[in-house]
């Protein structure tokens, strides 16, 4: 073991390409993080920045259709780009059953996890991967995750891994009336009264689920679970566990708030994608997951995306009020193919379409 940790080739080749991951390497019960996983100190959550007295709104559903509410999602959109809903409809057994299914896909020996590290995968809609890009991060994060974009359900059932494949496809199938409804509330106060086919493409014409694992690590502080990002999606339906970790930037400042778990609850999140249509009226806000000593944590984003062939830019309805476009027009496969070149780095990623 001793060679394993102190030699960083041998090192990645365990973690990296023989379906070990992180996990493997947390179950090794290390006692020293390697330095591989070692990120510089800008890279990690500064604990001192984190303000104990706030947090994002937490918004009851089960009235949608009263003014009230569908004005807090719009605020919450607005000022926070974050926020908990309960009583959001999806059943609760549909949220145990991916917690459930998230844990056996973990729980699988390397070799069968390894069948779908990239290079193996037999398509390219499903990856299990540690870190973020491990080709590109020089630092890697701590987690393993296995990316899975839906294209169809025969797709999903010939090449998704058993162990999961119909959770998955549940959950997503039991989301999307709540995404609608979010998305055409969130139109509504941009002057979109109905989701009719071409927005609707627009805004939730893909989907990409994640299953995210974050095995117990041995010097937390020094690592991160996730560096600091925005998603790329137009929202994101995030699913945790009651373990907790997750940071968010507050609106134009230097402080983060952290997203306590609530049984049975959903965490939303504004994407780029959003804020670019949006002409930056809803917030794609940095979040942040710090790796853990003691627990495994697992999370499961939806993330609800254009179609890769959409040109997006800020809406004509949102234009034609009289603002100024803050952003130019860009294929959506392009934004993305940029978002995965880089490792994390904030909010830069929305760059590319800054005009
Ligand atoms: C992803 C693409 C661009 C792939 O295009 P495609 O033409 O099918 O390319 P391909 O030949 O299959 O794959 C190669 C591309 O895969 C992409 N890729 C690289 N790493 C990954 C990865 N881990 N997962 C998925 N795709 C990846 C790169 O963009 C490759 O581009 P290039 O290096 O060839 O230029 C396309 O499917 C698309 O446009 N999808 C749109 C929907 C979508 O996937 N949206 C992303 C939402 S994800 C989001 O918002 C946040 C994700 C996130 C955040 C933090 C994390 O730590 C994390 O792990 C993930
Ligand atoms: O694990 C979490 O709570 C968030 C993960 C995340 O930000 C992501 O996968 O994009
Ligand atoms: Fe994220």
Redesign the pocket.
């Known amino acids: 073991m001793a060679s394993l940790l102190d030699n960083t080739s041998e090192l990645k080749t365990f973690v990296l390409v023989e379906g070990h991951g992180v996990k493997g390497l947390s179950e090794l019960k290390i006692k020293t993080l390697p330095e591989l996983f070692i990120q510089p100190v800008e890279k990690r959550l500064d604990m001192s920045k984190v303000v104990p007295y706030e947090s994002i709104p937490i918004i009851d559903m089960s009235n949608s259709d009263d003014p009230k509410v569908r004005d807090a999602i719009c605020d919450a959109a607005e000022k926070w780009g974050f926020f908990q809903i309960v009583n959001h409809g999806v059943p609760l057994s549909i949220i145990e059953d991916v917690k459930d299914a998230t844990h056996s896909f973990f729980a699988l020996p390397a070799e069968e996890k390894k069948k779908y590290l ?1 290079k193996n995968s037999p398509t ?2 499903i ?1 299990f ?1 540690t870190s ?2 491990p080709e590109v991060d020089k630092v890697l ?1 701590w ?1 393993d ?1 296995l ?1 899975c ?1 839906y294209v169809s359900d025969d797709e999903s059932m010939a090449f998704w891994p058993s162990v999961c494949r119909d959770q998955i496809l549940e959950y997503l199938k039991n989301s999307e009336s709540l995404i609608k409804e979010l998305l055409e509330v969130l139109m509504q106060r941009l002057g979109i009264p109905k989701l009719d086919e071409t927005n609707q493409g627009i805004l939730m014409g ?1 989907r ?1 689920i ?1 299953l ?1 694992y974050y095995p117990v690590c041995p010097n937390p502080e020094l690592t991160v679970g ?1 560096g600091g ?1 925005s ?3 137009t929202l ?1 339906v995030l699913l945790q566990d009651e373990t907790g970790g997750l940071y968010v930037r507050k609106l134009d400042s230097d402080n983060w708030v952290h997203v306590p778990p609530l049984k049975g609850s959903l965490t939303i999140n504004i ?1 780029d994608a959003l804020q670019i249509l949006s002409n930056g009226r809803y917030k794609s806000i940095e979040h942040h997951v710090v790796a853990n000593g003691t627990t495994n944590r697992i999370s499961v ?1 939806i ?1 609800v ?4 062939s959409d040109v997006i830019g800020p809406l004509p309805q949102v234009i034609n009020r009289g603002e100024k476009a803050l952003y130019k027009q860009v294929k ?2 392009d934004y ?2 940029h ?3 880089k490792s ?1 780095n904030g909010k830069d990623t929305i760059d590319f379409a800054m005009v």
């Open positions: 990239f390219k809609n990856r991967v973020f890009i994060e987690k995750y990316s974009f893909s990409r994640n995210n996730v990002h998603d790329v999606s994101t994407g984003p993330f995306n254009p179609r890769p959506y496969s993305v193919k978002f995965y070149r994390h």
